[in-house]
């Protein structure tokens, strides 16, 4: 009888946690890259695009990542294929702002479908390199690598691996054969900081058309928040990949000076407020240094100036800032480089929105490689506030079977009184779109200041949401306004109504650790590092939702009909000296993301499936890099 009643009470303990865990928020990893899915382009390099045979030194460290031209893929002139992801979201400390990122994901952005447990997933594939020059020696290829970053560590079963192609002669014939055979590897493992790799090019490799690749072997979970799906996302970071010749086992310096790190915005704890509460903001809210981080490579100690320039873009208008002198920088080291900025840098004309970009680069002696000695960041002002960069890294949600009634709430702020008129809820993508079965409410809490979480809940939505739309921020208006009082916290979220895995988009690059709790019966906060994507939207109502044309041209660039429904078409002055061919022309939405990338025609723009709002059309002279801007209104009425 007693041993009849411990098993009862391990069973009863056993379900009891059961429960329990099935009520605690988790994880996920991607099975999606939103950035890629969103690239209207080819997923494979036409033939005619293929670069052609190259001489060494090869060099590229990924540092284009924020150019239109490229579209996050790796550069055409060195790369026979484009399945990696060129980013700066997924690494920690690279050897340069930027990184080609492995994992299971295609080109296209979606998660492989190959059924075995374990295969090759993306491949990066040099252009032929010629090897066969006369008195050729000493080559050495070095690549620096990272497992994991910002994203999934790759199983131990995983791997990356480093090939040589061998060409053979077949014998008795003219002819010759190839083969791809593994000279480095790496097995699967957590998150360390970049190591180095250096790997001597054989003889038997010197002929004129030479080739390497990098290969990540992925292996596929069932994934337990989506049942019959298999999702992990096994991520690898590739940088700073230098073969040349005439090197030794000792020659793991560069002779260049690289930004390392993203710029980050200026309104602390913010990535972006609304426009009208800025001027509301208390002076140790706005960051009074701008800064940007850089990394000497070199083995030597070298001297660097910094320059910062902030853009109106709006308006077009800039001004810059100017290190007084320049630091020399210890071989090796990693430096943070602060300057002083004005109170009034976000003074602008704009009434409703406005958007800055800001831009930091160093001054280094000639020798220094210039494409990554610059970085970029957005400050947008609109009428959200948002914490998190607009950029999953990883799914959030109740992973168990019984999560109806749990709350997930997200702390915020304002700098004046106001109305929240809406919440914007960033869903991922799930299998055979699940999420769209689940329901949800949305609910806004006061601040329970003695203990700084949820307190009296203050509005619950009588209407049941769900995410009809994922891989975008969907904007849903609450049924009344809720007033919000100056200077007061208050929290924002969600209480499921159904079970399910809502997979809500989770920053891992910005740590808003205190700000996020749930609730599955009582109050708890969250210890995961990152931001939940959940952002409230104040004042009146969203700019986007009511289209007004905008002012007159005044940029030297006419853009008609608009607004538009379907199609622009662009009308630009000369500029002296050059023709149609010297301009590219993109198209980017208010927060800062780009919709359009392509060169200068006279041909109409087909922006059809663009959403309902501003947009800002920016015209590029490649051989200045002059620009000029005229925002561009996109409306669902057909004009």
């Known amino acids: 009888m007693i041993g009849h009643r411990k098993c009862f009470v391990g069973i009863f303990l056993v379900l009891n946690n059961i429960m329990l865990l099935a009520q605690v928020p988790a994880l996920a990893p ?38 239109a031209f490229y579209m996050n893929k790796p550069d055409k002139r060195l790369w026979t294929d484009d399945y990696v992801y060129i980013n700066n979201f997924f690494p920690v400390q690279p050897r340069s702002n930027g990184v080609a990122t492995f994992d299971a994901l295609d080109a296209e952005g979606n998660i492989y479908n190959n059924p075995s447990p374990s295969f090759p997933a ?15 020696r000493d080559v050495y290829l070095s690549f620096f690598y990272q497992p994991q970053g910002h994203g999934d560590s790759p199983q131990p079963g995983d791997s990356l691996i480093l090939q ?38 054989d003889e038997k490799y010197f002929y004129k058309g030479f080739q390497f690749r990098f290969v990540n072997f ?61 001027q509301f903001v208390s002076a140790n809210r706005i960051e009074g240094l701008i800064e940007m981080t850089y990394r000497n490579n070199h083995s030597i100690d070298l001297p660097v100036l910094g320059v910062f320039t902030i853009t109106d873009v709006y308006e077009n208008v800039s001004n810059s800032v100017i290190s007084p002198g320049s630091n020399d920088i210890k071989a090796g080291e990693i430096f943070n480089f602060r300057q002083n900025i004005p109170n009034s840098i976000f003074d602008s004309a704009s009434s409703d929105s406005a958007l800055f970009e800001m831009k930091g680069y160093i001054i280094t002696d000639e020798i220094d490689r210039k494409v990554n000695d610059t970085v970029r960041f957005s400050q947008v002002f609109k009428d959200y506030f948002a914490r998190d960069d607009g950029n999953p890294e990883s799914g959030y949600g109740f992973s168990g079977f019984n999560a109806q009634g749990c709350a997930i709430a997200c702390r915020y702020e304002t700098f004046s009184s106001d109305n929240l008129r809406a919440v914007m809820i960033y869903f991922n993508p799930t299998f055979n779109n699940e999420s769209e079965k689940y ?44 007033p919000i009082t100056r200077t007061r916290n208050y929290w924002i979220g969600i209480v499921q109504v159904t079970s399910g895995f809502l997979n809500i988009g989770f920053d891992r690059n910005h740590n808003d650790r205190g700000n ?13 590092d990152g931001t939940l994507m959940i952002r409230p939207v104040l004042g009146k109502r969203d700019i986007m939702s009511s289209v007004k044309p905008p002012t007159d041209d005044v940029s030297g660039m006419k853009l008609y009909p608009n607004p538009t429904s379907q ?24 927060a800062g993301r780009l919709h359009y990338s392509a060169p200068y025609t006279t041909e109409v723009i087909d922006v059809s499936a663009f959403e309902t709002g501003l947009y800002i059309v920016r015209l590029v002279n490649k051989k200045t890099g002059e620009s000029k801007i005229q925002r561009l209104a996109v409306s669902s009425f057909k004009f």
Do not use: C
């Open 30 to 67: 991607l099975d999606h890259n939103p950035v890629l899915r969103n690239i209207r382009q080819p997923s494979t390099l036409k033939s005619s695009e293929k670069a052609d045979t190259l001489s060494l030194p090869f060099f590229d460290d990924f540092s284009y990542y924020w150019d």
């Open 439 to 482: 329901r949800f409410r949305i609910a806004v809490w006061r601040d329970s200041t003695e203990i700084g979480q949820p307190g009296k809940m203050i509005y619950l939505s009588h209407k049941e949401y769900k995410p009809e739309k994922t891989g975008v921020f969907t904007r849903f208006d609450l049924e009344v306004d809720v």
């Open 218 to 278: 992925v292996s596929l979970d069932m994934d337990r928040f989506n049942p019959g799906k298999r999702s992990d996302a096994d991520h690898w970071h590739i940088d700073y990949v230098y073969m040349n010749g005439n090197r030794n086992e000792n020659d793991t310096a560069y002779h260049d000076m690289t930004i390392i790190e993203p710029m980050t915005s200026l309104i602390r704890g913010y990535q972006s407020i609304p426009w009208n509460q800025l």
């Open 164 to 201: 040589f192609k061998e060409q053979i002669s077949i014998p008795d014939t003219d002819s010759v054969t190839y083969r791809w055979n593994i000279v480095w590897s790496a097995h699967g493992t957590t998150v360390h900081p970049f190591k180095q790799v250096l790997s001597r090019v």
């Open 516 to 528: 996020l709790w749930y609730n599955a019966g009582s109050w708890q906060q969250d210890t995961n």
């Open 122 to 136: 993306d491949t990066l594939t040099s252009a032929p390199v010629d090897l066969g020059e006369d008195g050729l």
């Open 567 to 590: 199609y622009v078409r662009i009308e630009i002055e000369a500029w002296e000296g050059n023709v149609n061919s010297d301009f590219t022309v993109e198209i980017y939405d208010v």
